[in-house]
């Protein structure tokens, strides 16, 4: 890759609060390159019914948190992401360089050191969902965004969750995760040093998030009526999506 880019910590130590968000930043992992997706270029980009994945995203977003940092980590065809999102979108483009060896857990690091803030909504780049998924996650206390309604596919991660709090991930579980979490306050302080560690840098997301729950974090169950959301992992759920017609962004 011809561009490198040193990530150096801008973190502010003050929290704002306003109604604008502005105060929060969105980091969205798309450096992956979905291997059985590959020859559709980078995943992200993938058009759902005239609309890429992403800009579905950023214009959820949007929506919901008019004023937020949104943060893209990219790597597999970066130049096709930061050409065509950044001169539509106000966003911020973050290379993983290393994106051919490492994992979801070190983009989301890189993500973490770019931000400016102290609360942070993290949206994996492969995902299609409405905005029930997102809204109302901005607080205080760090959540976990969980589908109960089997729209997420079985072999996909799940949660254990008790009276209100996750307390494990793992796979085989009947209520999933839908790879979207807020962090803030110890949570979020403690995913960017365990995310951050070298040997972790091939870690999949629910693991750092497994290890903060082991050290003592916590996270609401944030099970949202009405959610809608679709996850693109293969050719199959490609087709399977479009062939839903016009999905509301």
């Avoid at 993290?122 to 205080?140: C, M, P, Q, T």
Wanted: net charge positive; proline share 2%; hydrophobic share 35%.
């Amino acid at each position: 890759m011809a561009e490198t880019r040193y990530i150096s910590r801008a973190r502010k130590d003050t929290l704002k609060t306003t109604s604008d968000f502005s105060d929060m930043s969105v980091i969205i992992p798309v450096a992956g390159m979905g291997r059985r997706m590959k020859t559709y270029g980078p995943k992200c980009m993938i058009n759902i019914n005239g609309t890429s994945i992403v800009e579905r995203q950023i214009k959820q977003v949007r929506r919901v948190y008019p004023k937020s940092d949104i943060i893209l980590v990219v790597g597999f065809g970066s130049g096709v992401v930061r050409d065509r999102i950044r001169s539509k979108y106000n966003v911020r483009i973050v290379y993983n360089t290393k994106y051919e060896e490492t994992n979801v857990a070190y983009s989301l690091y890189l993500g973490l050191q770019a931000s400016c803030h102290e609360k942070c909504l993290i949206i994996y780049g492969d995902i299609i969902f409405n905005r029930v998924a997102i809204k109302d996650l901005y607080g205080e206390a760090s959540r976990i965004v969980i589908d109960k309604n089997d729209k997420t596919r079985g072999e996909e991660v799940g949660v254990m969750h008790y009276d209100g709090e996750v307390t494990h991930f793992s796979y085989a579980l009947e209520d999933k995760w839908c790879q979207i979490a807020y962090l803030t306050g110890k949570e979020m302080k403690m995913f960017e040093r365990i995310a951050g560690i070298e040997d972790h840098q091939k870690w999949f997301g629910y693991e750092v998030l497994n290890e903060v729950l082991d050290q003592g974090g916590k996270f609401v169950s944030s099970v949202p009526s009405g959610l809608k959301i679709w996850e693109v992992d293969s050719p199959k759920d490609l087709k399977l999506i479009r062939s839903m017609g016009a999905i509301s962004v």
